[in-house]
T-cell receptor
């Protein structure tokens, strides 16, 4: 079993739709949770960073963390064609752990928003 | 300056060549990373440097040799690579202590697309 599971999709939605992306994880040492967006042939770009359970909002993006269920989500409201990219969830362990500093990624979900 | 700069953007090398990838950041980050990414796969960690010291080596073959000359620079020296080493090589940096640092996380460069022929 992988430490982080993410449905690779692909996911295709019409412009304006609400997009929901999800990851589950098995390692309870993960304390920091990130969502990255990666356009083709580019490096990952940090969208959201959280370290506590609950919701965090930034513009059209909302990140949700449920540590009790080991489940994180990213919601994109009013999706645009420019949101078409691969979305990667990523997690890092707490300080003092042997894996501190290491980022563990999900497989990535390919999203296409069509006009 | 909130960028991680990687050079070159593209590199083609033969299996007997020696080349180096370079990475630079001026955000005061004290942790720097090398990741390898194959097509349609997530990035895979290769090395972690913390305060210019190698702290994690994910069992990477010795034909990849990292170097951290100072807190802003990270190199990856390549020698006798194989065609299967062709990939996007990503450099990243972060605050060493992620706890309670607000909008933190890794900042990635755009990568070097390496082709081994």
């Amino acid at each position: 079993q992988k430490e982080v599971e993410q449905d690779p999709g692909p996911l295709s939605v019409p412009e304006g739709a609400i997009v929901s992306l999800n990851c589950t994880y098995s390692n309870s040492a993960f304390q920091y949770f990130m969502w990255y967006r990666q356009y083709s042939r580019k490096g990952p770009e940090l969208l959201m960073y959280t370290y506590s359970s609950g919701n965090k909002e930034d513009g059209r993006f909302t990140a949700q963390v449920d540590k009790s269920s080991k489940y994180i989500s990213l919601f994109i409201r009013d999706s645009q064609p420019s949101d078409s990219a691969t979305y990667l969830c990523a997690m890092s362990a707490n300080a003092g752990g042997t894996s501190y500093g290491k980022l563990t990624f999900g497989q990535g979900t390919i999203l296409t928003v069509h006009p | 300056d909130t960028e991680v700069t990687q050079t070159p953007k593209h590199l083609v090398m033969g299996m007997t060549n020696k080349k180096s990838l370079k990475c630079e950041q001026h955000m005061g980050h004290r942790a720097m990373y090398w990741y390898k990414q194959k097509a349609k796969k997530p990035p895979e960690l290769m090395f972690v440097y913390s305060y210019e010291k190698l702290s994690i080596n994910e069992s990477v073959p010795s034909r990849f040799s990292p170097e951290c000359p100072n807190s802003s620079l990270l190199n990856l020296h390549l020698h006798a690579l194989q065609p299967e080493d062709s990939a996007l090589y990503l450099c990243a940096s972060s605050q060493e202590n992620l706890l309670g640092q607000g909008e933190r996380g890794y900042t990635f460069g755009s990568g070097t697309r390496l082709t081994v022929v």
